[in-house]
T-cell receptor, first 110, second 110 residues
Framework: DQQVKQNSPSLSVQEGRISILNCDYT??????FLWYKKYPAEGPTFLIS?????DKNEDGRFTVFLNKSAKHLSLHIVPSQPGDSAVYFC?????????FGTGTSLTVIP | SQTIHQWPATLVQPVGSPLSLECTVE??????LYWYRQAAGRGLQLLFY??????ISSEVPQNLSASRPQDRQFILSSKKLLLSDSGFYLC?????????FGQGTRLTVV
């Protein structure tokens, strides 16, 4: 049973515009959420995280929003750059384990 | 600073052959260690995690096993590979609520 779901397998955005990646989770007891970025044939790299006591966390061009009532997480990238083209995974951390979604492939068009 | 090494980077093995993938971490003590697999077009599936030497938890019953003979060493093994074992295998470590990944091993079973 999948704990974390990313329902959009792909997203294309024009350079300079906002990219919004979405993630839904199943367990309201989860208390820590993360986003990772992955290039082909490489390991994922940590991007940004948020704990359940917050609803927003910002780091430069990246902002993560948490809507606990909807059990929904989103990552906003603004402005989007061609180098942001990659697969983005959301994840939850619970009980020493990290569970990942299936990923969204973002393409930023120059 | 902490680094994680995973090898080999690519591996082609015949069906029925054994497997041993090794992962080591430097610059930290008593990390939590993880093995993930990314099958073609799919997300990151947690296979095993370990919170200490000799302590292994399995998430998915399968043809694979894991061992942690030393604090910063994590090994993924199989006695007889199946075609379905093909995929991209990732080792990760975590000190707190953030996982850091190795570069991955692309395993092709033929």
């Amino acid at each position: 049973d999948q704990q974390v779901k990313q329902n959009s397998p792909s997203l294309s955005v024009q350079e300079g515009r906002i990219s919004i990646l979405n993630c839904d989770y199943t367990n309201s007891m989860f208390d820590y959420f993360l986003w990772y970025k992955k290039y082909p044939a490489e390991g994922p790299t940590f991007l940004i995280s948020i704990s359940s006591i917050k609803d927003k966390n910002e780091d430069g061009r990246f902002t993560v929003f948490l809507n606990k009532s909807a059990k929904h997480l989103s990552l906003h990238i603004v402005p989007s750059q061609p180098g942001d083209s990659a697969v983005y995974f959301c994840a939850v951390y619970t009980g020493n384990q990290f569970y990942f979604g299936t990923g969204t492939s973002l393409t930023v068009i120059p | 600073s902490q680094t994680i090494h995973q090898w080999p980077a690519t591996l082609v093995q015949p069906v029925g052959s054994p497997l041993s993938l090794e992962c080591t971490v430097e610059g930290t003590s008593n990390p939590n260690l993880y093995w993930y697999r990314q099958a073609a077009g799919r997300g990151l599936q947690l296979l095993f995690y370990s919170v200490g030497i000799g302590q292994i938890s399995s998430e998915v019953p399968q043809n694979l096993s894991a061992s942690r003979p030393q604090d910063r060493q994590f090994i993924l093994s199989s006695k007889k590979l199946l075609l379905s074992d093909s995929g991209f295998y990732l080792c990760a470590w975590a000190g707190t609520a953030e996982a850091f990944f190795g570069q991955g091993t692309r395993l092709t079973v033929v």
